[in-house]
């Protein structure tokens, strides 16, 4: 049973978030026979649903299930063994005897997709149904199924074609009877028990490999979980022109020939200095001679462009456009993509949110990536209001020699997780690439500035009238502080780019994605849904109501 302090905060936090609890009443509450089960993800609607309930109801019994997929994230156990601690029940967690991986074996490689969601039918439904069998069949008329679907969302279908057991089990939707939104939910954990690491790489839950994941999510999950990320990439299957092409690129094997383990212990891939490099802010009109932004058609709106005045044939060059998500500290806003004094640039923090081969494509993504870290801030040590004072999404078109990214689709022949068709061993190269690309401008901005400061410290010495007087200053320059900085800055740029192929590609233009009011997000992300739809695009996909058990 819950204990009763716990108990308080939730229905005091449901209280401050305008959720009218007390009216609710559980749908055959009565029936001494009818049985209610709490199917939980390792995702926050299904915690947040384990949690209000009990809280609701203390004198109902609820149970808490898992149905295991073999492929789930490892912070999902955490989350059920958290839920265990806050609900004083154990989530129930029901083993396959085949896990998603072993599935994927024994039908020779062949990856669950849209068109065969033999995962889901295997590993949710039957294992589900298993379940409930074996425990409920001869003891309760009734079974009432308490699925976390919130009340923005739509996606509803029925979770058997069996009329009989389509009587017996009977799927709830508490959050649509509470009026309970994306909102209500993130805020309630966020009072609470917290929201689950897995937030700061995937917007909902699922399994680690999941065909449902945007391309944005598989790109933080490369950054933030590299383990699960490699595990997915190792069931790839690629025809050889595919592997070729991967194993051709003379950028990233330089990189790998350098630094081995670039996405490994990744802490550097938060290096809030990889900013330095390019001006990504709407504020350049506070300078004296402001850069002119590029023409771009009139449906272009949300972002300001720069040219970087870096001439290509681009016959010769593809290009990329790649998006960081950077916390900035507010009193260096006007700063913040500028630089601030030798490295502070006003970035605290900083992202790789996504990749796209189009403007466009980056673009509409951005909603969906915006939404949901604006829901998550907690993860970032933020508040929602401070991660709207603060937070910023910058966009780069980057151009790099052709050969060495890969933004095609995969070969028929191939078989990817990725709906989109791009590999996830090309997601992995192609993030290393602008990463480095990105951190390695920086560097090169910084020595630039050291330099200018030391040219210019040098010149005032020529001022002196006095030779020695002239002379004495350039030794105390050469020993200074700013000098010694400038010649380890040079010699590690040296060291850390001294081949060819290390230097490949530049950034050509950076913009800056504007924030989305809170009121507005949601019609924002609705809209964003309809084009995608229209366009048969899974980047505006919900997962399916079943990877909610």
């Known amino acids: 049973m819950m204990n009763e302090q716990r108990r308080k905060l939730i229905l005091d936090t449901l209280d401050l978030l ?47 299930v898992c149905t295991d997929t073999g492929a789930e994230e490892e912070s999902a156990y955490a989350e ?125 839950s699922s399994c680690g490999c999941c065909f449902f994941k945007r391309n944005s999510e598989r790109v933080m999950q490369c950054v933030e979980a590299y383990s699960e990320f490699s595990k997915t990439a190792a069931y790839d299957k690629l025809c050889p022109a595919d592997t070729d092409k991967l194993n051709n690129s003379i950028m990233f094997n330089a990189i790998m020939k350098k630094m081995p383990n670039y996405l490994i212990g990744n802490h550097h891939l938060h290096n809030p200095n990889m ?13 004296a001679n402001p850069i002119k932004p590029i023409k771009q058609s ?86 929602q209001e401070s991660m709207l004072t603060n937070m910023r999404i910058g966009i780069y078109e980057i151009k790099v020699p052709k050969g060495n990214l890969t933004l095609d689709k995969i070969q028929s022949e191939s078989y990817t997780w990725g709906t989109n068709g791009l590999s996830y061993r090309s997601i992995e190269q192609n993030v290393t690439m602008m990463h480095f690309i990105l951190v390695r401008e920086g560097e090169k901005e910084h020595l630039d500035n050291l330099r200018v400061a030391l040219t210019k410290r040098f010149k005032q010495a020529k001022e002196y009238v006095d030779f020695e007087d002239r002379l004495l ?48 997000l949601p019609s924002e992300i ?4 309809l084009k995608d739809k229209a366009k048969g695009n899974i980047e505006g996909e919900i997962a399916c109501l079943a990877c909610s058990l």
């Open 526 to 529: 609705r809209k964003q849904r």
């Open 275 to 287: 900013l330095i490099a390019k001006p990504v802010s709407t504020l350049t009109e506070s300078e």
């Open 18 to 64: 305008g959720v009218n609890w007390r009216d609710y009443k559980l749908p055959n509450h009565d029936d001494v026979d009818c049985i209610h089960i709490v199917p939980v993800s390792g995702g926050s609607d299904s915690k947040c649903m384990a949690m209000i309930l009990p809280a609701i109801f203390p004198k109902k019994r609820f149970f808490f």
């Open 298 to 383: 009139k449906n272009i709106t949300n972002l300001d462009l720069f040219d970087a005045s870096v001439n290509y044939n681009n016959d010769d060059v593809d290009t990329i456009y790649f998006a960081v998500m950077f916390l900035v500290t507010p009193e260096s806003t006007y700063d913040a993509f500028r630089g601030n004094g030798d490295m502070f640039n006003g970035v605290y923090y900083s992202k790789i949110v996504n990749f796209s081969h189009s403007f466009n494509g980056i673009r509409s993504s951005l909603a969906y990536v915006y939404e949901q870290i604006i829901s998550t801030a907690e993860l970032y040590d933020e508040t």
């Open 80 to 204: 059920f063994e958290e839920i265990s601690e806050w609900v004083g029940t154990k989530v129930h967690v029901v083993k396959p005897s085949e896990g998603l991986f072993d599935l994927i074996e024994r039908f020779n490689g062949f990856l669950p997709s849209g068109q065969a969601r033999y995962c889901t039918r295997i590993l949710k439904l039957e294992s589900m149904d298993f379940w409930l069998d074996a425990k409920f069949k001869r003891i309760a008329n009734k079974v009432n199924l308490y699925i976390g679907i919130r009340d923005d969302e739509d996606r509803f279908t029925d979770l058997s074609n069996d009329e009989e057991r389509a009587n017996w089990v009977l799927p709830r939707y508490p959050f649509i009877n509470l009026g309970m939104a994306r909102t209500q939910v993130y805020g309630l954990l966020a009072a609470t028990c917290g929201i689950s690491p897995v937030y700061k790489h995937a917007s909902r």
């Open 473 to 520: 200053e350039k030794q105390i320059i050469v020993h200074s502080d700013l000098y010694q900085r400038y010649k380890a800055a040079k010699t590690n740029f040296a060291r850390k780019y001294d081949k060819d192929e290390l230097n490949l590609g530049e950034v050509t233009w950076s913009g800056m994605f504007e924030n989305i009011a809170l009121d507005r």
